[in-house]
């Protein structure tokens, strides 16, 4: 019996089920209290004064400033720009300052009201364009966090002698990660102890390195342990560390346990979004309609940080290109800042933005080149042996163009186009079908995997179990269930004699954080390398052979245990052979492995109300071997589903740099009626060096909706699309201003 | 939960005596909560004294007489919507019942605190307003009866009295031969804030309007009748001409705004659209 | 502070709380049934659904004065030992990711279902229409609902 490929159920199903999975907001410590933040109301300004309103005892009251810093006030990420508390400067809305604390949780929604911050305003920038233009300098000397440039070939050549050249400006707009669980952590602290957190997180690693010198401590000294986790999409890869400070701040400070949990509304005004995004392209075409040049100039806005905007604005580079072949390459990008909250990591992290803008501008292509949009990209498709944008020379056996006639027949899209062109004439709904093509590299880029040198552990436990230790977290994707099957099948054992271990500084290697999907493909063989590596102590020890039943394992591990003690497996990355990248010209093997997929999507739009809907979706995907396909495919409809928030829906509407629609009933994600059937297919070619032979495959889905949607809707109009959310509202403009 | 609940209390009224009482010291009433603990949890619910009607029977159910049916303040939108009489002779309310946020929400959102609470964006006055219904108030003086159209004066202004709580609205079935249209336009198909509204109904007879009543809702500081469209349409022929001209006086019976979930541009041609969709249905 | 009196999952509870609090933080902080969640605090998310007298309600928009003498059922009341076919359906189909929408997902369900057998993919769209899940997109907790249809 192996496990790899089967619907396995879900590790901790039951116990969600249940409701008695325990989410941070479930526990409590004894003797604990509660925390809050203070921020500022303001976008940019000097901070002059705290002052503590009459109304309540302020005495009985914690209170935390930058003073109160025992190590350095600089949350360690990448850059150390972002403050954990504004200490002069404030730099965005809803910026912590002040952080209370009290045993009644209620009083300090009363003094949350009793506090005045003032802030003597500076002038502020909240548009991309601003930033460009320098209107203000608020970060660095030009306000640019981050840039790159690909260059390869002669771009101008290029643009000189082509028969068809064609330029688009392409908009993407913030989305909010929307986890329906929000932030929330429980913290201990003190000299003697050291630190202890808990929370809903992503990345137990990533605050334990932002807790280290926020309080000058020896690592050893803080542990960090997450909790079962209501959805993070990115949202709580680097934003808990925040949160943890601070509550960890205030346990310091009060010498008791401080829980800090966001509501909704501060959870989506003060935390991380996706960077919005402006993207210029150019194209040139020989007469064969063949790519003989891609100019791309793609910005991000990053707010009032650098926090993760590199990483973010390298994603977006990389896939800028999409998955298309051209002789000369400008790639050429660049992160700003804004006095807004700090934009973060949400799934998909710079691709959905950047593939947004290459896949509107194939059909932006097309249309003014009066060609067959699929005619169009099959005649431009990478092939085995050519380059992507990035330079990367595509190796592997390559099927996209498999999944995409497969998509185009179970979609019937040739056929639906002309059906729906006819039948728009005599009626106010009109109805589109639109696709995109893309693909999505898995695992940190270039050099970074090696960089991470991951470390997954295995052990046998005195109960008969094996525990898998990592410090990749279960935040609702699969992760405890795809690592007991690899690892079952790795010592072929059962699937329920595997055991995760919780996610605990003190206790799980560290084995890189949890995004960039790269759990299931990367760490899923550390996973199993380090199961191997456990069995091969039994055969060293010679108390199991190569060739061995289930019994004769868990036998052979209680013996070794009573004899030997401990009985651990340990593996460390490394690099697939053959994979090189240049950091220094930024090009090369960015990604061990993509995985390649044709989305498309049929939509109706109602032109009284401008309205549209997504009436049917087909989700067409090459991901490596498909692990558990029950979780694989839930992986795909929620990506999809978020998709298409991104695309109609999700719109965050920013006055004076902050959200002010930052309720649920104001910003707008899909409820059951909003989201059609979609259908899910996978084609798989296993991958060599993913564990059980995957392919990351978390944020594919993110990628393809939104363009597919609006190429769907501009076949429906007989209109030019470049900007998502394309709410009715902007479509109502958009109508007018062609008509004008 | 940001409302900190010492500022606040909550006690139950038994017995209408009890709940004038209250009402006499200040109190303010409490009904389904679904727009009070709203502002409770974020914070902004004036402080105060409130008290809970729903144990109110006089104030109750859905009552179905020979010419009349009467929604009890503490009617609820579910109640509404699955009532069989409702459902027949005035299938708008059960439409606009149907859309309020979720079934969660319409098993304890009241008819009451829908016209109290005097949203522009309340689903029920719409259609209240083309049904010519009566509203019923009621204090320690005795019944009042007003014209629905007469209660509401301005944004969250209204005729009723700090004595007084709204009893029941009546309504008279005499639409059954009439068109019947509800169009709400939100932001989504579940759990939407109406960005506009329209309620409708018209008696046709041989292509011409022999009565017509329409209004709209999130488009003004409250529900409104289009007294100048109906006016024009009364006795008219539905060619393509009058449904244009009826769309363009529209502008001149409701103003919408820019706020957060849409723009004044947007919801005006969307509501000039959902007329338009309304008389071409019944022509 | 008010005595208030709840039965919920069969259980009587005597709480002393404020009249004003909200029943998911009696439930959750003086029951500790924390099965309940809150996501939204304003009656959008559905989180913290539970079944009141027979009624499906948004427990953050009750106050415990009004959950006083009434019948609750949360979470924790759809299984015992074993856990109901509704819950073993959610797992063989994929219907919980993360795990945070699943109680109040299973409460609505649960609420359609003592309206309906078995609901048509339309019915139960419209009876989980007010509960959002960001995870699974929504596919597989329909399916979960229609199997376990098939199943009773």
């Not at chain 1, 990008?333 to 950047?354: C, K, L």
């Not at chain 3, 063989?92 to 795990?99: E, I, R």
């Amino acid at each position: 019996m192996t496990w790899v490929g089967k619907s396995a159920l879900r590790k901790e199903g039951e116990k969600k089920l249940r409701g008695e999975a325990k989410y941070i907001d479930d526990i409590s410590l004894p003797n604990m209290i509660y925390g809050i933040t203070i921020r500022s109301p303001i976008a940019r300004g000097l901070l002059k004064k705290i002052e503590y309103l009459p109304g309540i005892d302020w005495k009985s009251i914690i209170k935390v400033t930058a003073k109160d810093i025992p190590g350095k006030n600089y949350v360690a990420l990448i850059e150390k720009d972002q403050p954990y508390l504004a200490e002069e400067r404030i730099n965005h809305p809803e910026e912590p300052v002040l952080l209370l604390a009290h045993p009644d949780k209620n009083l300090l929604e009363k003094a949350r009201k009793l506090v005045k911050l003032h802030i003597e305003p500076l002038p502020a920038i909240y548009r991309l364009e601003d930033a460009l233009n320098r209107t203000e300098i608020i970060w660095g000397q030009d306000n640019v966090l981050k840039s790159y440039a690909i260059d390869r070939g002669d771009i101008e050549k290029a643009f000189k002698s082509a028969a068809h050249v064609i330029e688009g400006t392409y908009f993407t707009g913030a989305q909010e990660q929307l986890y329906i669980e929000t932030n929330g952590v429980i913290a201990t602290a003190s000299k003697k102890e050291g630190i202890a957190v808990w929370g809903s997180m992503q990345c137990p690693y990533y605050v334990h390195k932002a807790l280290v010198p926020l309080f000058g401590l020896p690592p050893e000294k803080v542990r960090v342990i997450q909790m079962e986790t209501g959805g993070g999409f990115g949202g709580k890869e680097e934003y808990p560390s925040v949160i943890s400070g601070h509550a960890a701040l205030l346990a310091w400070k009060s010498k008791r346990p401080v829980k800090m949990i966001y509501d909704r509304m501060e959870d989506m005004v003060a935390t991380t979004k996706r960077h919005p995004s402006k993207t210029q392209i150019r194209t040139a075409f020989d007469k064969n309609y063949k790519l003989l040049g891609l100019d791309i100039d793609f910005t991000i806005d990053g707010g009032a940080y650098a926090t993760l905007s590199s990483v973010v604005l390298s994603r977006g580079t990389l896939h800028a290109s999409g998955p298309y072949f051209s002789p000369s390459i400008r790639i050429h990008s660049r992160a700003v800042a804004t006095n807004t909250p700090p934009h973060g990591a949400f799934r998909g992290f710079g691709a959905p933005q950047s593939l947004f803008a290459i896949e509107k501008h194939m059909d932006l292509c097309a249309n003014q080149l009066e060609l067959d949009p699929v005619v169009l990209r099959k005649n431009n498709l990478v092939k085995h042996g050519q380059t992507l944008g990035c330079g990367q020379v595509v190796k592997e056996n390559l099927k996209l163009e498999t999944v995409l006639d497969k998509a185009l027949i179970a979609s019937d899209f040739h056929k639906k186009r002309k059906a729906f062109a006819k039948k728009n004439k005599s009626n106010p709904i009109k109805k589109g079908i639109g696709l995109a093509v893309f693909m999505h590299g898995a695992g940190f880029t270039g050099s970074g995997e090696t960089f991470l040198a991951s470390i997954a552990a295995v052990k046998a436990t005195a109960e008969g179990k094996i525990q898998v230790l990592t410090s990749n977290t279960e935040i609702g994707q699969g992760t405890n269930t795809v690592f007991s099957q690899m690892a079952a099948d790795a010592l072929q054992i059962d699937f329920t004699d595997i055991e995760i271990a919780q996610p605990d500084t003190a206790f799980v290697p560290n084995s890189g954080p949890t995004v960039a999907s790269r759990t299931t493909m990367i760490v899923g063989k550390l996973v199993e390398l380090a199961a191997l590596d456990l069995k091969q102590k039994l055969i060293s020890a010679q108390l199991l052979k190569e060739k061995h039943t289930r019994k004769d394992f868990l036998s052979a591990c209680k013996k070794y245990l009573k004899k030997l003690g401990e009985l651990k497996g340990f593996s460390q990355y490394k690099a697939p052979p053959n994979v090189v990248w240049d950091d220094q010209k930024y090009q090369g093997d960015a990604y061990g492995t993509y995985a390649w997929a044709t989305y498309i999507a049929e939509t109706t739009t109602d032109t009284r109300t401008f309205e549209t809907k997504v009436e049917k979706f087909w989700a067409f995907q090459e991901v490596g071997k498909v692990i558990n396909p029950n979780l694989a495919r839930g992986q795909i409809i929620g990506g999809v589903a978020q998709g298409i928030g991104y695309a109609l829906y999700e719109d965050v509407v920013w006055k004076d740099g902050k959200m002010a629609n930052n309720k649920m009933s104001n910003y707008i994600m899909p409820t059951t009626l909003d989201i059609p059937e979609i259908e899910v297919e996978f084609m798989e070619l296993p991958y060599e060096f993913g564990g059980g032979g995957s392919k990351g495959i978390g944020e594919l889905p993110l990628d393809g909706p939104a363009p597919a949607i609006l190429n769907a809707m501009e076949n429906a109009l007989g209109l030019e699309l470049n900007q998502i959310p394309m709410t009715p509202e902007r479509l109502l403009n958009r109508l007018e201003q062609t008509r004008s | 939960m940001r409302g900190y609940l010492p500022d606040y209390d909550l006690s139950s009224a038994e017995n209408l005596i009890e709940a004038f009482g209250k009402l006499a010291e200040g109190e303010k009433p409490f009904a389904g909560g679904t727009d009070i603990m709203v502002l409770m949890d974020a914070g902004v619910l004036p402080a105060g004294r409130y008290f809970d009607i729903s144990k109110l029977k006089e104030l109750g159910g859905i009552k179905v007489l020979k010419d009349q049916v009467s929604l009890g303040a503490l009617a609820t939108y579910s109640e509404v919507r699955n009532h069989k009489t409702i459902q027949k002779h005035f299938p708008i309310l059960v439409e606009s019942a149907k859309e309020v946020g979720a079934i969660a929400i319409q098993n304890r959102g009241t008819v009451g605190g829908n016209i109290a609470n005097a949203s522009p964006a309340a689903d029920f006055p719409p259609c209240l307003l083309v049904y010519e219904a009566k509203i019923n108030l009621i204090s320690s003086s005795g019944l009042r009866t007003l014209d629905y159209t007469q209660f509401h004066l301005g944004y969250k202004k209204s005729e009723i009295r700090p004595d007084e709580l709204i009893q029941s609205v009546l309504l008279e079935p005499r639409f059954l031969d009439y068109h019947h249209f509800w169009r709400k336009v939100g932001s989504r198909q579940a759990q939407a804030i109406s960005k506009t509204m329209v309620a409708a109904i018209a008696k046709v007879n041989r292509r011409k309007i022999e009565d017509i009543k329409i209004a709209f809702g999130s488009v003004a500081p409250t529900a409104v009748r289009c007294r100048k469209v109906e006016s024009f349409l009364l006795g008219k022929k539905l060619t393509s001409e009058v449904i244009l001209e009826a769309k363009n006086i529209l502008t001149k019976d409701i103003q919408p705004i820019d706020d957060i979930r849409s723009t004044g541009k947007y919801r005006l041609i969307a509501s000039q659209n959902v007329l338009e969709e309304f008389l071409c249905g019944i022509g | 502070m008010k005595k208030l009196k709840l039965l919920v999952n069969s259980k009587t509870f005597t709480v002393d709380c404020h009249p004003f609090a909200r029943l998911l933080d009696v439930l959750r902080e003086e029951l500790k049934l924390t099965g309940t969640k809150e996501g939204c605090g304003e009656g959008e998310c559905g989180a913290c659904s539970v079944i009141m007298d027979g009624k499906l309600v948004n427990s953050c928009l009750v106050p415990a004065l009004q959950a006083h003498n009434k019948k609750i059922l949360t979470v924790e009341g759809l299984s015992n030992k074993s856990m109901s076919p509704l819950q073993k359906a959610f797992i063989q189909c994929g219907g919980a990711q993360c795990g945070i929408c699943t109680p109040g997902m299973l409460i609505a369900a649960h609420a359609m279902k003592t309206r309906k057998k078995n609901p048509s993919k339309e019915d139960i769209r419209e009876g989980l229409s007010g509960n959002l899940c960001r995870c699974t997109g929504y596919s597989q907790i329909i399916e979960s609902v229609q199997k376990c249809g098939e199943r009773s």
